[in-house]
C-alpha cells in the first residue's frame, strides 16, 4: 500500500542529486543539504529512509553510498541508471498509474488518443536519453549473435529510439549501412550515439511514422526491438507483412521483447509488463512465445529461434524471410 512513498523517495533523492553529493563526500545533514541546495529537516527525514530502504548506509550521523548506490545512482559513476526514472517515471506514466482502477474498467489505458503508442509521444525523447543503460547489454549481444552468423550488409532498425542496436550491428560488422527508422526528435539522439561510435557515416536516418514510412527494400536484417508490445495482433501481423515487403528472401528479422511463459505470470518480471502495456497503451501486451509465432508466421516469417538475453528479462527471436 506504501510501495509509491519508496519510487517517491528515489525519484526525490535522484532529482535534488543525494547520492552523487555524498559520492563527492558530502556525509552529514549539513553538508549534504548545501550541496543539493535542499532543507535541512528534509534531507534528514528523505537519507534516513534511505538507509532504511538499503540504498544508503549511517554510522555516527553520516551518511555513505551501498555498493549498489555508488554503482547505479551516483551520476559520476559509468554504470549511472538514475536518469531511467526521467522515462520510468514520467508524469503521464504516474497519471496513469493513478487511474488503474478506470483502466482496468475500461480494458485499456486511459492517456490521451492511443497513449505511450501515439503519433511521437513525448516520452520517447526521454526514453531514447535516459534508458541506454537498459540496452548496452542486449544490443551487444543481439550484434555478437547476428554477426557471429553472418554479416549484414544492409540493416532497418525499426523504432530505433537511442539506436544502440543499430550501431552495435555496424561496429561489428564493417561493411553494414544501418537505415534508423523513428520520430525526428528521437533520432537526433540516436544520431549523436551513432557519432560517438564512430558509425556515423554508415548510420543513415528515416524521420517518420513506423506504419506509414516507406522503409525501401533489400534489407537482409531488420532490427524490431521492444516494439510489438505496444499493438494488438491483427496491427502486428500487418506491420510484421510491411517488414517483409521490406527484405530480401532468406534476410532475419530480429525481436526483441519481454517474453512471458504460457501461463503468463511467470518469469515475473516479463509476465508483468503487460501491466505496464494496460496502464499506457490501447490494445498492448507482453506475448508469448506463441502468440509471437503465430503473428511473425501470418506475415510471411519462418525458423524462429529462441534465445535467452544474459542478466535481462527479455528475448530474442530471430526469423527469416521466405
Not at 17 to 30: D, K, N, Q, S
Not at 233 to 240: D, N, P, R, V
Request: overall charge negative.
Amino acid at each position: 500500500m506504501t510501495g509509491y512513498q519508496k519510487t517517491a523517495a528515489l525519484r526525490a533523492a535522484v532529482d535534488l542529486g543525494v547520492f552523487t553529493a555524498i559520492g563527492a563526500g558530502a556525509t552529514i545533514v549539513e553538508a549534504i543539504a548545501g550541496e543539493c541546495k535542499a532543507s535541512q529537516r528534509g534531507i534528514r527525514i528523505l537519507c534516513d529512509y534511505l538507509v532504511i530502504e538499503a540504498l544508503l548506509e549511517k554510522e555516527n550521523n553520516n551518511y555513505r553510498l551501498t555498493l549498489d548506490s555508488a554503482a547505479l545512482l551516483d551520476e559520476k559513476s559509468g554504470q549511472y541508471m538514475g536518469g531511467m526514472l526521467q522515462f520510468l517515471n514520467a508524469p503521464r506514466f504516474w497519471q496513469a498509474a493513478m487511474g488503474l482502477t478506470e483502466t482496468v474498467r475500461q480494458g485499456h489505458t486511459t492517456l490521451s488518443g492511443d497513449g505511450i503508442a501515439g503519433d511521437e509521444a513525448e516520452e520517447w525523447v526521454a526514453f531514447a536519453r535516459h534508458m541506454q543503460p537498459m540496452a548496452a547489454g542486449p544490443s551487444q549481444f543481439i550484434a555478437q549473435l547476428l554477426v557471429g552468423e553472418r554479416q549484414p550488409a544492409r540493416v532497418l532498425d525499426i523504432a530505433a529510439g537511442h539506436g544502440f542496436y543499430g550501431i552495435a550491428v555496424a561496429s561489428r560488422a564493417p561493411n553494414a549501412v544501418i537505415v534508423a527508422q523513428d520520430w525526428p526528435k528521437v533520432l537526433a539522439v540516436a544520431e549523436s550515439n551513432a557519432r560517438a561510435a564512430s558509425v556515423g557515416e554508415r548510420h543513415h536516418l528515416l524521420p517518420g511514422s513506423a506504419f506509414e514510412v516507406d522503409f525501401g527494400t533489400s534489407f537482409d536484417l531488420v532490427l524490431v526491438t521492444n516494439f510489438l508490445h505496444h499493438f494488438d495482433e491483427q496491427t502486428c501481423i500487418a506491420f510484421l507483412g510491411k517488414v517483409h515487403r521490406a527484405m530480401e528472401r532468406g534476410g532475419r528479422l530480429v525481436t526483441l521483447e519481454f517474453i512471458p511463459n504460457e501461463d503468463r505470470v511467470t518469469p515475473a518480471q516479463a509476465a508483468a509488463f503487460s501491466l505496464n502495456m494496460l496502464l499506457q497503451t490501447r490494445a498492448g501486451d507482453a506475448y508469448t512465445e506463441s502468440e509471437l509465432f503465430r503473428m511473425l508466421t501470418a506475415a510471411g516469417f519462418t525458423s524462429h529461434k529462441v534465445a535467452e538475453v544474459p542478466r535481462s528479462a527479455e528475448k530474442v527471436i530471430v526469423s527469416y524471410a521466405t
